[in-house]
């Protein structure tokens, strides 16, 4: 158990809905890091937040959006959905920012299936 | 960031000793080497990292090649549970993740 919590673990809807996906971070992180993983992409980076400021962008779509709130937990908001976003999506958090001793923490991760 | 190849995939004997290569021959001199893995249906978790100097830990060993272009993460004795997908990732401090295809590894009992 890394400590780091992820809701709801699978998820089911339909193309064009929206979807918020929900990520609590281990004890005292202050950074939290959204992750896609698809069959045909692999695990690509998203977004990160720091202490509830984004912090860096990935590859995330215009349709994505995440936010951290003032308790650091974070949400990653999914709209117009496409059959092309069902993926796995992790959230992982590490102490302070991306660095050399950084540890990421990766939460179990939510699935996405779109219909 | 430097790009990274490793093999496909790689195959060991339980409890034998498994060496997976890493190349990444665009590194710059301050990118630290990381190691994560994901076992079957979770998410990645933390090997190891290192520099320049060859690193220890209770999981694994990480050996650097002196130039810093390759490196090797060694499994000291593979047991059934090591089975995974092992990602090398250099990394410079302030950057962020970005992961590979990964080596999948298999253990045969």
């Known amino acids: 158990d890394s400590g780091v919590t992820q809701t709801p673990k699978h998820l089911i809807t339909a193309t064009g809905q929206r979807v918020t996906l929900r990520c609590s971070p281990r004890s005292g992180d202050l950074s939290v890091y959204w992750y896609q993983q698809s069959l045909d992409q692999g695990l690509q980076f998203l977004i990160q937040?720091?202490?509830?400021?984004?912090?860096a962008k990935g590859n995330i779509l215009e349709r994505f959006s995440a936010q951290q709130f003032p308790d650091l937990h974070s949400e990653l908001n999914l709209s117009s959905l496409e059959l092309g976003d069902s993926a796995l999506y992790f959230c992982?958090?590490?102490?302070?920012?991306?660095?050399?001793?950084?540890?990421?923490?990766f939460g179990p991760g939510t699935r996405l299936t779109v219909l | 960031d430097a790009k990274t190849t490793q093999p496909n995939s790689m195959e060991s004997n339980e409890e034998e000793p498994v060496h997976l290569p890493c190349n990444h021959s665009?590194?710059?001199?301050?990118?630290?080497i990381h190691w994560y893995r994901q076992l079957p249906s979770q998410g990645p978790e933390y090997v190891i990292h290192g520099l320049t100097s060859n690193v220890n830990n209770r999981m694994a060993s990480l050996a650097i090649a002196e130039d810093r272009k390759s490196s090797t993460l060694i499994l000291h004795r593979a047991t059934l549970r090591d089975a995974a997908v092992y990602y090398c990732i250099p990394m410079q401090t302030g950057n962020q993740f970005y992961f590979g295809t990964g080596t999948s590894l298999t253990v045969i009992p």
């Open positions: 665009t590194i710059s001199g301050t990118d630290y």
């Open positions: 937040y720091y202490n509830g400021e984004e912090r």
């Open positions: 992982a958090s590490s102490r302070t920012t991306s660095g050399s001793y950084n540890e990421q923490f």
